[in-house]
Each structure stands twice: as C-alpha cells, then as structure tokens.
C-alpha cells in the first residue's frame, strides 16, 4: 500500500494490560503492541494455521454467518463493479465450518479467491471464545465481533463508535485519515456501498493520483499501523480508516462503543434527512439553516435559553430516554403526514 508522506500510529505502553479510561476517550488513533499476546486465539495463531483452525472450530455450533466471495482477479479488493451498479463479490450465507474449509482450500492456490467474515457476532457465532479471550474495558459493555478472511483489502470508511481492534491471527495494515480529509478521499454514494457505509472509491494499495490527485492531501495527513497477532488499535469515532489483511488467514476482534446514550439515533439519520430537506433550498435559505444548526447543535450555549424556563424548553431541554422518543414520535408524524 503507498503510503508516501505519512506518519506511523503512535504507540503507548499499558501496564498491567489495561488501557487507561481517558485513552478509550482519545481522539486519535494509538496502538498497543501485544495488548492480547496471552489469548488462547492468539497462541493458537502463533502456532499454526491448522491449531488456529481447529480453535475456532471448538467454538461454532452451526449458526450461519455471513460471508462476502470474490474471484481471484479483485486482488482481494472488496468494491463496486466498473460503472458503480454492483459489485465486485456476491454475498452468501454459510456455516462457518464451511467458510473455514474453502478458506483453507484457498491457501493451496496460486491465486486465492477472496473470502471474507465480516462483523459477525462472537457470542453469536462463537459462543464461549469472547469469555476465553477477553478485553478489560472498564465499565463500557461494547459490541464484539470478529473478521475472519485471507488477504483481503477494505477500502477507507468510517464508524460512528469508538473501536479497538484486536488483530488475533496473521496481519493486517491499517491507514487512518482525520474526519477533516472527508473532500480528499473522493468518498462514493451515502446509500449504495459494499458494506452499509459509504467508502473511499481510492485504492489505497494502488492509488491513482491522476484519476484522484487530492489524495496525495489526504496521504500528507494520514496515520499507518502494521499490527502482527496480539496487537492492537484504537480507532476514534469518525476517523477513516483502510484495512488490509496481509497472511493467508487473518482473524480480526473488535469492541465498539459509543460515547453516547443508546436512546440517540444515529446522525446518518439526520444527514439523510438534511439531503432531503435541505440540499437543495437557495443559497440564503441554506445559510440561514446552517446558522440555526450552529446555535443549537454545533455550538449550544446555557446561556442561549436562559430566556426559557427550563419546564418549558420541551426539545431544547437535555435529551433523555422519554425525550428521545418524543421527538422520534413527532418526526415520524412530520415524515408521515
């Protein structure tokens, strides 16, 4: 992957094994090397492909997962088709037994197809293996899931939870972007993507900078980390990132949380809604908009309802579980009606 002008991921040491509160708070990416060395997942690793195989195996008890395949000539690129109509795989849905069969089928050939389990539930596929390999992350109660493919490459996008990523078996290179480098990554459309959010249509392996000459901007500000079997990443909420899977069967683990209520919808929703309503109104009243969006959300101030009792703020008053679903009541009439 070119990562010309860029700087590594910065490092930090935690002892004990447990990465202090503040830093799940951080708002840039780090990285702790053999934060997971003392797994059972990773020690099968390290041993070989066929104890990591026979790991997993123990675990799955038959529920399907799902699983993308490609031929061999997507270089282990995940993508769009040519004319962004389709795409360059076909999903299907299998057992894991099988997966792991054609995967190590895969490592026999000249040229592998691509296969790849993406954000699967570990208690659901997997039930037992989280407990035998755990992560001590204070209070929070985060999503776990596991990847599990060969040499895979996914291109840049975003979450909107902070995440750490537990590489388990193989490798895998990370390149991070800042939300600001958003108008450099040539992002493809909001509502057709590979994987439910929008990415990058750059292929950061083999970047074209004539076809795409603002990414060299972007590269000037990006972050790369290769991460081996027991390190781990943090990725903040909103940074970009591209994952490329380097060994011929690669095992991903990761936590996802939000620093939010789990009664707040998702700001996608608002984004999409903003498409509809807001777009394509002329330029004053889009101004207009964009100052009463910066007084209530992106810059609120105490001091701009002190003329409002607080019993009669009604949706500027802090939001709550009732709130939250007032307001999701009330927006469903507006929609609806």
Request: glycine share 6%; hydrophobic share 45%.
């Amino acid at each position: 992957m070119s990562t010309e002008g860029s700087t590594r991921v910065r490092e930090i040491a935690v002892p004990g094994g447990v990465i202090p509160d503040e830093m799940l708070r951080a708002t840039r990416p780090f990285v702790v090397r053999g934060l997971a060395a003392d797994w059972p997942l990773v020690r099968a690793a390290r041993d070989s492909t066929e104890a990591l195989d026979a790991y997993l195996r123990r675990f799955y008890r038959g529920a399907p997962v799902h699983a993308m395949l490609g031929p061999p000539d997507i270089d282990g690129r995940f993508f769009y088709n040519d004319d962004l109509t389709g795409f360059n795989y076909h999903n299907v849905q299998a057992r894991l037994s099988e997966v792991l069969d054609q995967l190590a089928i895969q490592r026999t050939r000249e040229r592998e197809g691509a296969i790849y389990v993406g954000s699967t539930s570990i208690d659901g596929a997997l039930p037992g293996l989280g407990a035998e390999n755990a992560l001590d992350l204070g209070a929070r109660d985060p999503l776990a899931s596991i990847w599990i493919g060969n040499r895979t490459r996914i291109a840049a996008h975003y979450d909107l939870p902070d995440n750490v990523a537990v590489v388990a078996a193989g490798a895998r290179r990370f390149t991070l972007f800042p939300p600001a480098q958003l108008h450099n990554l040539y992002v493809g459309p909001l509502d057709f993507n590979p994987a439910g959010q929008a990415i990058s249509l750059v292929d950061h392996a083999k970047p074209d900078l004539a076809r795409f000459p603002r990414y060299a901007e972007a590269l000037r500000h990006a972050e790369v980390a290769e991460l081996e079997a027991g390190d781990a990443i943090f990725i903040p909420s909103m940074w970009w990132h591209a994952v490329q899977a380097l060994a011929p069967l690669n095992v991903l683990v990761n936590y996802w949380w939000r620093q939010s209520p789990d009664f707040m919808d998702s700001p996608t929703n608002a984004l999409m809604l903003a498409l509809l309503t807001m777009r394509e109104l002329p330029e004053a009243q889009r101004a207009a908009w964009q100052e009463i969006f910066r007084h209530y959300i992106f810059e609120p101030d105490e001091a701009k309802l002190a003329h409002l009792p607080p019993h009669a703020r009604y949706a500027l008053a802090p939001l709550s579980a009732d709130g939250a679903r007032a307001l999701r009541g009330q927006l469903l009439k507006r929609i609806n009606r």
